[in-house]
C-alpha cells in the first residue's frame, strides 16, 4: 500500500514541482491554514531523506518564491503564481477522480486523459477567447475545462465562466459537453465541473461522449 510520502512523490514526478497547497489540494482535497502547516512540516521533512532518490530539494525563483522538486532545476518567474494556481486544480481534480497522468504540452495549461485545462486569469477579451477556442478545440476529439480566476475579486469568476459558456453555445451548438469550466474559487471548494446546461460529473474513466 502506497504511503502518504509515496502518493506526495508521485504527485511531484508528474507535476515537476509543488508547494504545500498544490500537495494539500492533491491529498486532502482541500487547503486551509492548518493542512498548510502540516504539508509544510511534510515536505520539510522529506528534504532530509537519507536516501537520495527519495529526497526532495527546494528550488527558488528570482522573487524568492521557492517550490519543492524530485528534479526540477528552475521555477517560473512571471508565470509562479499562475502555475501554483493550476497545481491546486490538478491535485483537487486527481483527489476527486483518482490517479492519471499529467501533461504539460502545449496548447493546453495541462491535461489529463481527453480534458484539457485551461487556468484564464481574466486578462483575455472576448475574441481572444473565440480564436483559442477555434484554434485549438475545433478539430481535436477533447474536452477543454476552462477555470475562471480572478485574483482581486473572485465573485467576478462567474461572469467570466458565463462569457465562455456563450462561446461554447456559439462555436459547438451540438456538442454542450465540448467546453466545460468552473470557477476557480468555487471548484477548491466543492469540485463541480459544469456545460453550458448544468452540473455534470467528470468520469475520466468512461469512453468519451462529446454530444
Known amino acids: 500500500m502506497a504511503t502518504k510520502r509515496d502518493l506526495i512523490r508521485w504527485f511531484i514526478k508528474e507535476v515537476l514541482w509543488v508547494t504545500p497547497r498544490n500537495v494539500a489540494c492533491f491529498i486532502e482535497g482541500q487547503c486551509n491554514d492548518a493542512l498548510y502547516r502540516v504539508y509544510s512540516s511534510e515536505l520539510s521533512e522529506m528534504l532530509r531523506e537519507k536516501d537520495s532518490t527519495l529526497r526532495l530539494k527546494r528550488i527558488k525563483n528570482q522573487d524568492d518564491k521557492y517550490a519543492y522538486t524530485l528534479r526540477a532545476k528552475t521555477l517560473p518567474t512571471f508565470l509562479f503564481n499562475h502555475d501554483v494556481c493550476l497545481r491546486n486544480v490538478i491535485g483537487k481534480f486527481l483527489h476527486d477522480q483518482g490517479m492519471h497522468d499529467v501533461s504539460f504540452a502545449k496548447p493546453a495549461d495541462a491535461s489529463i486523459q481527453q480534458y484539457c485545462f485551461e487556468l484564464d486569469n481574466g486578462h ?9 477556442l477555434v484554434s485549438f478545440y475545433t478539430k481535436v ?3 477543454a475545462v476552462f477555470i475562471m480566476r480572478h485574483r482581486e475579486c473572485p ?6 465562466l458565463q462569457k465562455i459558456f456563450k462561446l461554447s453555445e456559439e462555436l459547438f451548438p451540438y456538442m454542450p459537453n465540448k467546453v466545460l469550466g468552473t470557477c476557480y474559487t468555487e471548484y477548491l471548494k466543492n469540485g463541480i465541473i459544469q456545460n453550458r446546461k448544468g452540473e455534470v460529473k467528470i468520469k475520466p474513466h468512461r469512453q468519451l461522449n462529446l454530444f
Not at 124 to 132: I, N, R, T, V
Open 141 to 143: 476529439n477533447v474536452q
Open 155 to 160: 465573485h467576478l469568476e462567474a461572469k467570466r
Open 124 to 132: 483575455m477579451d472576448q475574441g481572444q477567447l473565440k480564436e483559442k
